[in-house]
């Protein structure tokens, strides 16, 4: 298995631009975790999903902030526009099942910097 | 609401030396409780779990025992190597249907030869 697939690695854009990052999680999981990590806050859940559907996006900071997964093996945080304080490491991550000690596996992230 | 504290870093220990990082927690239920570790420029790995109270997680010399009456799950080894340079993040899964993981802060290890 190639794990969760996430792109790009790194993107650095400028402020104001439209961003998105992209997910392919485990074939099987069905259920999909965008998470943002930085110094300051360290690792916040944005949103997740179960079986496509969105349950909790109470972590999404604003508006400028959208995510989606049209079917179970891809998935998109888009930012529009970006800011500087956007600038973070962002993780999807996917599992199996909804409940119980069922392992969340992580990508490599997404890096990005918004100057 | 559920969430987990787990010790400030940075910390700082020579090869060979005895690690503990605290972590405890807050939660409803029975929840199954992780360590996950971040090593540079990765994403977060299993490092090892327990799903029910006095359960010991193991791997790579790493333990951590599930203790309910203290809430507490703390990671021990015994003997640190330069390889274990990591972030170490303890988590929560209160186990309900519509699941998610509660996350620490994440604690920054660093081991000196």
């Known amino acids: 298995d190639a794990g969760v697939i996430q792109s790009p690695r790194h993107e650095v854009t400028e402020m104001g631009q439209e961003v998105t990052l992209r997910c392919k999680p485990i074939?099987?999981?069905?259920?999909l975790f965008w998470y943002r990590q930085t110094m300051m806050r360290g690792l916040e859940l944005l949103i997740y999903f179960n079986n496509n559907v969105p349950i909790d996006d109470s972590g999404m900071p604003e508006d400028r902030f959208s995510a989606k997964m049209p079917n179970a093996s891809f998935s998109t945080l888009k930012i529009q526009p970006s800011e500087p304080r956007d600038s973070a490491v962002y993780f999807c991550?996917?599992?199996?099942?909804?409940?119980?000690?069922?392992?969340?596996?992580f990508g490599a992230g997404s890096r990005l910097t918004v100057l | 609401g559920d969430s987990v504290t787990q010790m400030e870093g940075p910390v700082t220990l020579s090869e060979e030396a005895f690690l503990t990082i605290n972590c405890t927690y807050t939660?409803?239920?029975?929840?199954?409780l992780f360590w996950y570790v971040q090593y540079p420029g990765e994403g977060l790995q299993l490092l090892l779990k327990a799903t029910k109270a006095d359960d010991k997680g193991s791997n790579k010399g790493f333990e951590a025992t599930y203790r309910k009456e203290t809430t507490s799950f703390h990671l021990e080894k015994g003997s640190v190597q330069v390889s274990d340079s990591a972030v170490y993040f303890c988590a929560l899964d209160r186990g309900s249907t519509l699941g998610r993981l509660y996350f620490g802060r994440g604690t920054q290890l660093t081991v000196w030869p």
């Open positions: 991550a996917s599992r199996k099942g909804t409940a119980g000690a069922n392992v969340l596996t």
């Open positions: 939660a409803t239920g029975y929840p199954s």
């Open positions: 074939s099987g999981h069905n259920s």
